[in-house]
């Protein structure tokens, strides 16, 4: 007998918005249609006319634990996300400890299999763990990275011969690189000139769009050499973006596109103008952007160019972020906005829902493998995945309402399109409030998985 029917909703459907109904059995989609008549189902949704898509990837979050949990843990960020209809994540490595090895992975396993509600990947860190990567590969880890190019949290910058030699490891194991591309040089000599300079701007200042542009041109000299595949991680300016594009150009025509990026929506819905509004608060790495870049990244989405939206979920307390510019930590919570910021962007006609639902769902999935776990897709046979809004009523963030233990964000006041629901693998886990189980969450292991290896 079906679990669910979702009646009376519209759909994305075959490039179309469409009236449907769904029929999840199983944990999966089981049909898709407009007038699907069962004598028998255990549960039928009245979507009341509401719109069910598929629910989020987000394939850079940074949950804190081990090691940081006053500032998050697995259950308090998949909790944040299932409220924001996200369903699946990847944490990066960069907790305490890192992850950087078998102990240390298996350590990270252990806990989100405890705590987290949401389907989740682990990325392996690389540092000066080079002999490390294959063992990573084999325990499941989706991906490597963010790989540090510069100093940020977590202190897993590494220079130009480590990074080389792990490109090499990890094009020999088949896997993607996610490159966090900041050119550090360029970086402390900035921090130095700028020594005296407490304006919130003086953090924009010290990694200006060279700073990037200049990291991406020597990572893509690299994977050019490797010919392999790699992800460049929250691209934030027009020279950064600029570069890929051309690769992108020069890969399509050769039959090899081996390279991806996404963009962080603190870069897509913030810039330089609401340093005044935000103060330390808004200090990440990359920093906030003029509106001309804001302007090309959004145009990129569109084009193509741009791949994804990931949230780069960087928890900290409200008492860490509320001091001088130069002591505060970087990053930002927006695991739980991601997805309601997208849909309010396409209320506001700003890209459209079926290229929103190719950038947090659809692209993520195949980026990262996900798609051979059943993941990205709304079809028949894959995880039924969904969430079910009410697509015309935009609200106002607030930190009042949102479940992340930083307990602010930075989009306070700004309009997005919550979920009434969202469903993970058939299973209603938010509906207002939090019904997932402590532990649901199913790990989804990488594509160098060895399955005669123990299990944690």
Known sequence: MPDILIKNTKVFYKNYLQPGEIVIEDGKIKKIGKDIRLSNVDRVIDAKGGLTIPSGIDAHVHFREPGLTYKEDWFTGSCSAAAGGITTVIDHPNTVPATIDRKSFNSKLRIARRKCIVDFGINGGVCKN????????????????????????????????TLNHAL???????????IHAENESMRLKNQKLLKDD????????????????????????????????????????REGLGLIRREKYISQKSGEMNITCEV????????????????????????????????????????????????DHAPHLEHEKDVDIKSAPSGVPGVETLMPLMLAAVKKNLLPLGRMIEVTSTNPASIFGLDRHCKGKFAEGFDADLIIVNHGEMVPVSADNLHSKAGWTPYEGMDAIFPDITISRGEIIWDGEIVGKRGRGKFLPGKGYAMDIESP
């Open 130 to 161: 080079t002999e490390k990567l294959s063992e990573l590969w084999e325990l499941g880890v989706t991906a490597f990275g963010e790989i540090f190019m510069a100093e940020s949290t977590g202190e897993l910058n590494i220079g130009s011969d």
């Open 168 to 178: 090499e490891i990890i094009h020999d194991l088949g896997a993607v690189a996610c």
């Open 198 to 237: 407490m304006s919130a701007m003086s953090h924009s200042r010290e990694r200006p769009n060279m700073c990037e542009a200049v990291a991406v041109e020597q990572a893509l000299k690299m994977l050019q050499a490797h010919l392999m595949r790699a992800h460049f991680c929250h691209i934030s300016t």
């Open 264 to 311: 962080a929506p603190h870069h897509l819905f913030l810039s330089t103008k609401d340093w005044d509004r935000l103060g330390s608060f808004g200090k990440m790495n990359p920093p906030l952007r003029d509106r001309s870049s804001v302007k090309i990244l959004l145009n990129s989405l569109n084009d193509g160019t741009v791949d994804m939206v990931a949230s």
